[in-house]
C-alpha cells in the first residue's frame, strides 16, 4: 500500500476514533459516572481517602468536560492505531473487503488489548486498590496486554499456515482453541491482585467494570463500523466487484 493511502486511512481511522468517543461519552456519563460517584461516596464514608485535600478539579467537571476531553482524545488516538493495523492486515488475513477488515481488526484489538487482559486484571473504581501496589498492578497489566497481542498474532499466523491443509474454518477454529488455551496458562501463572476492601458493595463494583468495559468495546465497535464505511470510499470507490480480494491484495503491498 501506497504511503499516500496510508496517510489518507490514518486520517479517517482518527476521525472514526473520534466519532467513536462521541457514543462513548454518552455511554460513560450515563452508564459509567453513576458507579464512580458511589465508589467516592463509600470512598469518602469510609476513610479511604489518600489526603489528596482539595480537588483540583470538581467532580462535576470531571464528569462532563473531563471526560469528553478524555475520550475525544482517547478515541482520535486509538483510531489512529486502529487505521495502521488495519493497514497492515489488509489482504493479509484472508479474502476479505475494506468493511470486512475494519470489522476483524476493530474486534482482535478489542479482545488482545482490552477483553483479555480484563478478565485477568478487571478495572477498579475509587476506594478499590491500595496505591502502594499501583505500580506492580500497572506493570502486570501491561505485561497481560503484550502476552495477549503476541499469541493473537501466533494464532493469526497458526490460522493461516493451517488453512492450506484443514481448510479456513478447521484452521480458524484450532488457532482460537490454542489462543484461548494460552491465554488461559498465561493468567494462571501470572499473580492475582485481590484488593478490594471490607464492605465494599459486590453489585457497585461489578457495575463499575461492565461499564468498563462496555466502554471498550462501544469503542471499538463504532469505530469498525464507521472506519469500514470510510475505508471502503477510499479503497473500492467503485463499490466491490469480481476482482475486489485481488485488488486488495494489491492495495496491501
Known amino acids: 500500500m501506497d504511503a499516500a493511502k496510508v496517510r489518507a ?14 457514543f462513548v461519552f454518552v455511554f460513560a456519563y450515563v452508564v459509567g459516572e453513576p ?18 485535600g482539595v480537588e483540583a478539579v470538581s467532580r462535576a467537571v470531571q464528569s462532563t468536560a473531563g471526560l469528553a476531553t478524555a475520550v475525544l482524545a482517547f478515541g482520535t488516538a486509538t483510531g489512529g492505531i486502529g487505521a495502521l493495523v488495519f493497514c497492515f492486515a489488509l489482504g493479509r488475513i484472508g479474502r476479505f473487503g475494506a468493511r470486512a477488515t475494519a470489522a476483524l481488526t476493530a474486534f482482535g484489538v478489542f479482545v488482545t488489548v482490552h477483553l483479555v487482559p480484563f ?14 501496589t499501583i505500580g506492580k498492578r500497572t506493570a502486570l497489566f501491561f505485561l497481560m496486554i503484550a502476552l495477549t497481542v503476541l499469541l493473537g498474532v501466533l494464532a493469526v ?13 478447521n484452521a480458524t477454529v484450532t ?20 484488593e478490594v476492601p471490607d464492605g465494599f458493595p459486590a453489585a457497585l463494583l461489578w457495575q463499575f467494570r461492565l461499564a468498563s468495559i462496555g466502554v ?7 469505530f469498525g463500523a464507521v472506519f469500514g464505511v470510510l475505508a471502503e ?17 494489491a492495495a496491501a503491498r
Do not use: I
Not at 478478565?119 to 502502594?132: E, R, S, T
Not at 499466523?157 to 474454518?169: D, S, V
Not at 470510499?233 to 491484495?249: I, K, Q
Open 119 to 132: 478478565l485477568k486484571y478487571p478495572g477498579n473504581p475509587p476506594a478499590v486498590g491500595d496505591p502502594d
Open 9 to 22: 486511512l490514518l486520517v479517517r481511522g482518527m476521525l472514526a476514533g473520534a466519532v467513536a468517543g462521541l
Open 216 to 222: 471498550q468495546a462501544l469503542q471499538w465497535a463504532a
Open 233 to 249: 470510499r477510499l479503497l473500492e470507490p467503485g463499490g466491490r466487484r469480481a476482482d475486489g480480494p485481488s485488488a486488495l491484495r
Open 175 to 194: 488457532a482460537t482453541g490454542a489462543f484461548v488455551l494460552a491465554c488461559a496458562l498465561a493468567m494462571a501463572f501470572l499473580p492475582s491482585m485481590q
Open 157 to 169: 499466523l497458526l490460522g493461516r499456515r493451517l488453512a492450506a491443509r484443514w481448510g479456513n474454518g
Open 35 to 52: 458507579p464512580v460517584d458511589a465508589a467516592v461516596g463509600f470512598e469518602e464514608a469510609h476513610g479511604h481517602g489518600h489526603g489528596h
